[in-house]
């Protein structure tokens, strides 16, 4: 489920269509242009149909397939536009007024009904969208005056394009192709911009998104409006097309799970794949109900419900997988470059700032952290503790396991709140500012790694650290360029495409780092960035660090691996049991009689003394 | 106040009918992990199945028990088997979801090729009888159903303690990997369990045939509710999905008479999305799950 699905073109400067995406502008011409040559009633319809899922399946999933929230209750946007423009349509207002209308109710509708819900993983969120479609078609049926109740309602009868009503098919068949393509377009757009890729993150690693400063609520509201819109809509003009609609029909669970299985059948999560599904799907479905009838009740239903099943066995990327497997075979076999990670190239050398005696001087106070106290029931895991964080310094935080490091490190990320005591930090302006969440931490120049590492495993290496590089850059052009630089610095460079999944431990530290580093961070967290990385690595990993402080960032870095600490370090900071029991130069520290006994116990500490 | 005590019961006897649906699907939740879409379309065939013994064999609908439910456990068994195993490694929930619900979708029409859009009424046998308690009155089938589900929970609740292939359940719920370490066939603890799921809610559907008119959607009809309950009670916890299910059944009956029977569902999918977004670990204590029985 890459978000790369088309990218052929995005990767060369030069823009040669590729073989998919010519065949993909052939496929959505003909979707205008056969029924108009052929100029048949029946045919007509049917490529109206699929034009319509087409587009109600793109909408869906912005928010099901690049945000990853699994809504089988997409009917409600629908069935809302379909309301809204009958309703008004009878008032003696246009449907072109109309579906605007229904979109801005369906957009603030679907914020309502989802921000409660965002919380909920997996089915329970698909749970959560489906009772929400039975209230709403519950209510709809309940509230007669407004919706006819179960009866239904039917449209006056007003022909013309002012109406959206036509004797003929062809004037609906343009006006849906439009919508297909104004939705395809909008998918698109999405998908390549910077929303895209921080709902892809989001989707992926929710905890990563937010230390990359996405506001991860925010985004995943955006993506909802967008689509709940759009499906509104195409409501909309669905309900012109049929000039009667129920409760029944427009907020069905069962048209719900149409939309998102085209979708998966198509490619969940690309932006051709919903418009493949339904091109394939619906013309045999609508030509079985044509052809044999009554008789065949439930017949493509069933057809539906065995291709839902075969697909997910067997191609659970659908038919976008399958295109993309196939060309990523040709690719491979054309050329393979022949680089191992472990062993990478090293940068250029204009992006390598070496070590060098003019490294900035250590400034003023930049992070201050006062009395910070955490416990989680009667486990105190942080007492008091008390430090701050100077201008281009380097602090090492070290104590055994257990000790509350990591705790420490997500109390003054935003990630955990303490219970008392503050962390405020020096935001440009020269004030001291206490941020409450990660995003906001982010804001001041904050950025964090994790020590268990959290890779947008789906993505390439070049997108991880582009989701980063979008935190300056809101561009993607600038961004791509931003993440191409860190990646080289970083020593990812020959990796750019692969995807995050495939790389080792040690590539996978080194990616935490390059895309927190795409933020450009005044201040840096590093969570054991080198444990369980090989020697050579560690030494580079070094390197890299003083090359990152050279830069002016300062760094707090949690460590185990004694040889980093101390050579990297400017004061170290040791943390037993929720304490600081010791504090100041490396060399000093470790001699530190209360520190032996912390790693190494009393017995230890005391045969040396 | 005889209305009032009339309407309390029928919502406890409500409750026992959401019970008895929903305790295979709670089952199957807590050890297997999956959310059975499909868990509906599994009491409709159950249902048509009792319906076709009962008409074609005039035998009593209880009867077909013995044909329904060992039949449930091998559709159960081999659903785990051929579409949900091939999918447990899998990295996105999407994939498991719409496993089921495309089983979901088949099943329904399929019935509705083989049955048509008719509706099937099962011959309920002096099952529709009212009996008079007090001032109030049950019908007899509804009653066979209230003790049906105690009876099955406590039932499954000494299985799973006390009995060998019980604590090896217990154990794959609680920790997979842990428990195939420990030598524990998990994959065949998986297809038992959705088997045994299943065969809960084939009883369900042989005690539930008499009373209700089979169709080939009356699986939705009854599964958006045992999810309700599912999640009310905990997911994975028998005894709370019972408890969630004499909730839903009051709230549902009572809602139904003073707020009016066109609004019932309403009420019924409130309730559920406020836990769902307020205590999404269910009502019923906060781990009283197949993990932690007590």
Redesign the interface.
């Known amino acids: 489920?890459s978000i790369s699905d088309i990218q052929s073109g995005t990767g060369t400067k030069t823009r040669n269509l590729s073989w998919p995406q010519i065949a993909f502008g052939v496929l959505l011409a003909s979707l205008l242009l056969i029924p108009l040559g052929i100029d048949n009633a029946f045919v007509s319809h049917v490529f109206i149909t699929i034009c319509l899922f087409a587009a109600l399946s793109t909408a869906w999933n912005i928010v099901?397939g690049f945000a990853?929230q699994?809504s089988?209750g997409h009917a409600v946007f629908y069935g809302i536009g379909g309301y809204a423009g009958v309703i008004l349509f009878n008032l003696g207002v246009t449907p072109w007024i109309g579906m605007f209308v229904g979109a801005a109710v369906a957009a603030v509708v679907g914020m309502l009904i989802s921000y409660?819900?965002f919380?909920?993983?997996?089915?329970?969120y698909?749970?959560?969208s489906?009772?929400?479609l039975?209230?709403i078609r519950?209510?709809s049926?309940?509230f007669k005056d407004l919706t006819g109740g179960a009866t239904g309602l039917m449209i006056d009868l007003r022909l013309g394009w002012t109406w959206m009503v036509f004797r003929e098919r062809w004037p609906s068949l343009l006006i849906v192709f439009g919508m297909l393509l104004l939705t395809l377009a909008v998918s698109w757009a999405i998908r390549r911009s910077r929303l895209g890729f921080y709902l892809v993150a989001t989707r992926e690693r929710e905890s990563a998104a937010r230390a990359a400063g996405v506001r991860t609520v925010r985004v995943r509201l955006i993506a909802v409006a967008i689509s709940s819109a759009l499906c509104a809509m195409l409501g909309t003009f669905h309900a012109m097309y049929l000039t009667f609609i129920e409760p029944a029909a427009m907020f069905a669970?069962?048209f719900s799970?149409q939309i998102?299985?085209f979708a998966?059948i198509g490619g969940?999560g690309t932006v051709a794949g919903p418009l493949l599904g339904a091109a394939l799907l619906v013309p045999i479905t609508e030509w079985a109900r044509a052809s044999l009838g009554s008789s065949?009740?439930?017949?493509?239903?069933?057809v539906?419900?065995?291709?839902?099943?075969v697909?997910?066995?067997f191609m659970?990327n659908g038919i976008m997988g399958v295109i993309k497997r196939f060309s990523h075979k040709k690719a491979k076999a054309a050329d393979e470059p022949a680089q191992t990670e472990t062993d990478p190239i090293i940068a250029p050398a204009s992006a390598f700032a070496t070590p060098d005696p003019d490294r900035p001087g250590i400034g003023q106070d930049i992070l201050k952290v006062e009395n910070l106290n955490k416990h989680f029931g009667g486990l105190y895991v942080t007492r008091d503790v008390n430090f701050t964080l100077r201008e281009g310094e380097v602090l090492g935080l070290i104590g055994p396991n257990g000790a509350g490091k990591t705790t420490l490190f997500n109390m003054i990320s935003g990630f955990l709140a303490p219970d008392e005591g503050k962390v405020s930090v020096r935001g440009l302006d020269g004030q001291f500012h206490q941020p409450n969440n990660p995003a906001d931490f982010a804001a001041l120049g904050m950025g964090r790694t994790f020590q268990i590492v959290q890779p947008f495993?789906a993505m390439t290496v070049e997108e991880n650290i582009m989701v980063g590089a979008f935190y300056r850059h809101p561009d993607e052009k600038d961004a791509r360029e931003a993440a191409r630089e860190t990646a080289w610095r970083m020593g990812l460079g020959p990796l750019l495409n692969a995807e995050a999944r495939g790389l080792t431990i040690g590539g996978l530290k080194r990616l935490e780092v390059a895309r927190v580093m795409a933020m450009q961070p005044r201040v840096l967290l590093l969570d054991e960035v080198m444990a369980g990385i090989n020697q050579t690595d560690v030494r580079r990993a070094i390197d890299l660090m003083l090359s990152i402080r050279d830069t002016g960032v300062s760094i707090i870095a949690i460590e185990h691996v004694m040889q980093a600490v101390m050579s990297l370090s400017d004061r170290v900071i040791v943390l037993a049991s929720g304490e600081v029991i010791a504090e100041g130069r490396p060399q000093d520290v470790v001699r530190d009689p209360q520190v032996v006994e912390a790693y190494l116990g009393k017995e230890f500490a005391h045969a040396h003394a | 106040m005889t209305t009032f005590l009339q309407v309390l019961l029928n919502g406890l006897m409500l409750g026992g009918l959401f019970a008895i649906v929903a305790i295979g699907l709670t089952l199957i939740f807590g050890i297997v992990k999956v959310?059975n879409f499909a868990h509906g379309e599994f009491l409709m065939a159950g249902m048509f199945v009792t319906w076709l013994i009962t008409t074609r064999l005039g035998l009593h609908p209880y009867a077909s028990v013995i044909i329904v439910v060992p039949m449930m456990f091998l559709l159960g068994a081999l659903t785990q088997r051929l579409?949900i195993q091939?999918?447990m490694s899998?990295?996105?929930?999407?994939?498991?979801?719409?496993?089921t619900?495309?089983?979901?979708?088949?099943?329904?029409?399929?019935?509705?090729?083989i049955f048509?859009?008719d509706i099937a009424n099962t011959p309920n046998f002096g099952l529709r009888t009212p009996i008079e308690i007090g001032p109030v009155r049950v019908l007899t089938g509804q009653l066979y159903i209230f003790i049906a589900a105690i009876i099955l929970v406590i039932a499954l609740q000494l299985f799973l303690k006390n009995s060998q292939t019980g604590r090896a359940i217990r154990a794959v719920a609680q920790h997979r990997v842990a428990a195939e370490l420990m030598g524990v066939n998990v994959p065949r603890i998986y297809i038992l369990s959705f088997g045994l799921g299943a065969a809960c809610v084939g009883l369900a559907a042989v005690l539930i045939a008499p009373l209700y008119p089979t169709s080939?959607n009356i699986g939705?009809y009854f599964v958006?509710t045992a999810?309700?309950v599912v999640?009310l009670g905990g997911l994975g916890s028998i005894p709370g999905a019972f408890f969630g299910a004499l909730v839903i059944g009051l709230v549902d009956s009572l809602s139904g008479f003073y707020i009016?029977s066109?609004?019932r569902?309403?009420v019924v999918?409130?309730i559920?999305?406020l836990i769902?977004?307020l205590k999404?670990s269910g009502l019923f204590g906060k781990r009283m799950t197949l993990s932690h029985l007590s």
């Open positions: 489920m099901g990853g699994l089988l409660p819900c919380r909920l993983r997996g089915p329970f698909t749970l959560a489906i009772a929400f039975e209230v519950v209510l049926l309940h669970l069962a799970i998102a299985m998966l969940i065949a009740l439930g017949l493509h239903g069933f539906y419900g065995i291709v839902l099943i697909c997910v066995l659970p495993a | 959310v579409l091939p999918l899998a990295e996105d929930d999407h994939v498991q979801i719409f496993a619900v495309g089983l979901s979708t088949a099943m329904i029409n399929l019935a509705l090729l048509g859009a080939s939705t958006l999810f309700v999640v009016g066109d609004l569902e309403a999918f409130g559920f999305l769902l977004i999404p």
